[in-house]
C-alpha cells in the first residue's frame, strides 16, 4: 500500500550522498538480467534531451537485489554489539568496517532496531547517509513509509537507495503521488540522485521533464546529471548531452560546465570540440578553452586561437592565451608576439 509522507515536505534537502566502499552494494549482478529489460521496455527510447548512449555503453544497474545487505544472521544483541562500536569507534577506517557488518546483518525483521544504531550520526555524515542509501536499496517503498515516520532528514538517502536499484517501480511509486509531494524536494532530488546511478539516460529524461515542467528544482537535477556524466562517461560523450538539452539558461549553464571540465582535463581534444560549435555560444566555449589550456600551455593555446576561423573568437581566444604567456613568462611572450604576425591592436591588447 502507497502511503503519503508528510515528514518529506517539511524540511529541505541533503547533500548528495556519499557512497564510499559500500556503493559496491549497488553494483551487483544478481537479478541483473530481469530488472534492466522491465528498465528499458518502460523508457523504450529515452528521450534524454536528445542525447543516446549505444546499448553497450548505458550505465544500468537494473532493479538488482543482490546488494550484499542480509547475508549474515545476527540477533539482536550482535546488532547492539556492532552498534556500540560504530558509536564509539575513533578509527574511520573501522568505523566503517563496523557498519558494513551492520548492514550485512540487516533484514526486513530487525531494519528498525539496525537503523536505531545509527542515528546519533550527524545526518550529513557518510555513515547516516550510506545507512539510508542500503535501507532503501533493500526495502524499497517500506524503508520510504517507514522513513516518514521518523524525525531525522532520511528522505532523500532512502529515495535515492531505493530507485538506484529498482527505477521502474520507484518512478511509478513517485508518479502515483499528488503534486505537492512530487514537489518535495527532498523526494525528488532523491529520486533523481537513484535514476542517475541507475540509467543516466532514463535520468535525464526526468530531469528534463521537470525543466519543461519549469520545476525550480530542475537546474540542480541537471547539474547532478552532469556530475554523474563527468564521473562515468567520456569528455565527447558529456559535452553530446550538453549540447542536445532544451535551450535555455539551465543548458547554458551545464554546457559551460562540461566544457570547463573537458578544457581542464583534456585541452586538445576540447579545442577540436569547440571549433565544432557556432555563434555566440560556440565563441565563449572557444574563450573558454583557450584561457584553460593556456594554464598548461600558452604557446599551444596560442597557436590553436591564431587559426580558429571566427573572427571575434579568434580575437578574443588569442588575447586571453597571450596575456596568460606573458604572465607566465614575459621574455618567451614579447618573443612570440614578435614572430606571431598578430596586428598591432591585438598586441597592444595583449601587453596591457
Not at 618567451?332 to 608576439?337: S, V
Request: proline content about 2%.
Amino acid at each position: 500500500m502507497i502511503e503519503m509522507i508528510p515528514k518529506s515536505i517539511l524540511y529541505g534537502g541533503m547533500g548528495v550522498v556519499g557512497l564510499g566502499v559500500l556503493g559496491i552494494w549497488v553494483l551487483s549482478d544478481d537479478g541483473e538480467e530481469d530488472g534492466l529489460g522491465e528498465l528499458e521496455r518502460a523508457q523504450g527510447r529515452g528521450r534524454g534531451g536528445g542525447y543516446e548512449l549505444e546499448q553497450g555503453e548505458r550505465r544500468v544497474t537494473g532493479r538488482s537485489r543482490g546488494t550484499g545487505l542480509g547475508r549474515r544472521k545476527m540477533d539482536r544483541n550482535e546488532i547492539i554489539e556492532v552498534g556500540r562500536r560504530l558509536r564509539w569507534e575513533l578509527n574511520p577506517l573501522r568505523r566503517r568496517a563496523a557498519l558494513g557488518q551492520l548492514l550485512e546483518g540487516m533484514n526486513e525483521e530487525n531494519a528498525m532496531l539496525a537503523r536505531e544504531q545509527i542515528v546519533h550520526f550527524s545526518e550529513e555524515s557518510p555513515e547516516f547517509q550510506d545507512f539510508h542509501f542500503a535501507w532503501g536499496a533493500m526495502l524499497g517503498v517500506d524503508a520510504v513509509n517507514m522513513g516518514a515516520d521518523t524525525e531525522e532528514k532520511d528522505m532523500a538517502a532512502t529515495m535515492t537507495g531505493w530507485a538506484s536499484v529498482d527505477p521502474v517501480g520507484a518512478l511509478a511509486w513517485y508518479d502515483s503521488l499528488e503534486e505537492d509531494r512530487r514537489n518535495c524536494r527532498d523526494v525528488t532530488i532523491g529520486m533523481l540522485k537513484g535514476l542517475a546511478s541507475s540509467d543516466l539516460v532514463f535520468a535525464t529524461d526526468f530531469a528534463v521533464d521537470k525543466l519543461e515542467a519549469e520545476d525550480k528544482h530542475a537546474g540542480e537535477m541537471l547539474k547532478v546529471v552532469k556530475d554523474k556524466m563527468l564521473e562515468l562517461e567520456t569528455l565527447p560523450t558529456a559535452a553530446e548531452w550538453a549540447v542536445a538539452l532544451p535551450e535555455g539558461e539551465v543548458r547554458d549553464e551545464m554546457l559551460m560546465g562540461v566544457a570547463g571540465e573537458f578544457a581542464e582535463r583534456e585541452p586538445k581534444e576540447a579545442a577540436k570540440w569547440a571549433e565544432t560549435l557556432d555563434g555566440d555560444e560556440g565563441a565563449r566555449i572557444k574563450l573558454l578553452v583557450a584561457g584553460k589550456w593556456a594554464r598548461e600551455d600558452p604557446v599551444a593555446s596560442l597557436e590553436w586561437a591564431r587559426d580558429l576561423q571566427d573572427g571575434e573568437a579568434r580575437r578574443s581566444a588569442m588575447i586571453r592565451a597571450g596575456r596568460a604567456l606573458m604572465k607566465q613568462n614575459a621574455e618567451e611572450g614579447r618573443q612570440w608576439l614578435e614572430e606571431s604576425g598578430l596586428t598591432e591592436d591585438i598586441r597592444r591588447e595583449i601587453v596591457k
